[in-house]
């Protein structure tokens, strides 16, 4: 069957699935540039609702973790998911909120930031404007980050095909391991 079904058959039991950036579709990754790498990784995502972990070549255990955080349930249950797990324990924790400015805006993020700092962590939280693609892969950059945590695909496959997809184009531009958060 299709990779989206048959993982979605097999998903009951499964904390985590990793997907490999190594396809033949996936060779380029920077903005812009021609490839599919949402192909197949949308289909999957949207059919499992498990977390999946999208590597690039040469993986290594990170060291500095950013959550791209929009304060939707997805990204509030991210934050409860690194608060909980050993895997996070003892990595800085940056919370990156991009996008229009909004009036809840601190309040969010202030939620995100005291909810790890009472879970231990060492957390730098910012809300910063503008396009969250460009402002992610700039911050990622800025900070030396090693994996980013992000909601997938909250909206509808018809509104992704006429107007995009957020979770799609940061994809394209990341060049680290993604945890995509569903």
Do not use: C
Not at 25 to 30: D, G
Not at 73 to 86: C, E, F, L, W
Not at 142 to 170: E, V, W
Request: hydrophobic share 45%; net charge neutral.
């Amino acid at each position: 069957g299709a990779l989206d079904d048959t993982l979605a058959e097999h998903e009951e039991g499964v904390r985590l699935f990793v997907f490999g950036r190594r396809g033949a579709s996936a060779e380029t990754t920077q903005p812009g540039a021609p490839n599919m790498l949402g192909r197949n990784v949308e289909r999957v995502v949207r059919a499992v609702h498990k977390p999946i972990l999208t590597v690039t070549e040469g993986f290594k255990a990170p060291e500095r973790v950013m959550l791209a955080f929009d304060g939707t349930a997805v990204t509030r249950k991210g934050v409860d998911m690194i608060a909980n797990s050993p895997l996070f324990k003892g990595l800085p924790i940056h919370i990156v909120m991009a996008g229009k400015e909004s009036a809840d805006a601190p309040r969010q993020i202030a939620w995100a930031r005291d909810t790890l700092t009472a879970a231990g962590f060492e957390v730098v939280a910012d809300v910063l404007p503008g396009d969250p693609e460009t402002v992610i892969a700039r911050e990622v950059k800025a900070r030396n980050i090693d994996m980013l945590l992000m909601g997938a695909y909250a909206h509808s496959p018809l509104r992704a095909l006429i107007f995009g997809s957020k979770t799609t184009d940061l994809l394209r531009a990341a060049t680290i391991p993604t945890l995509l958060l569903r």
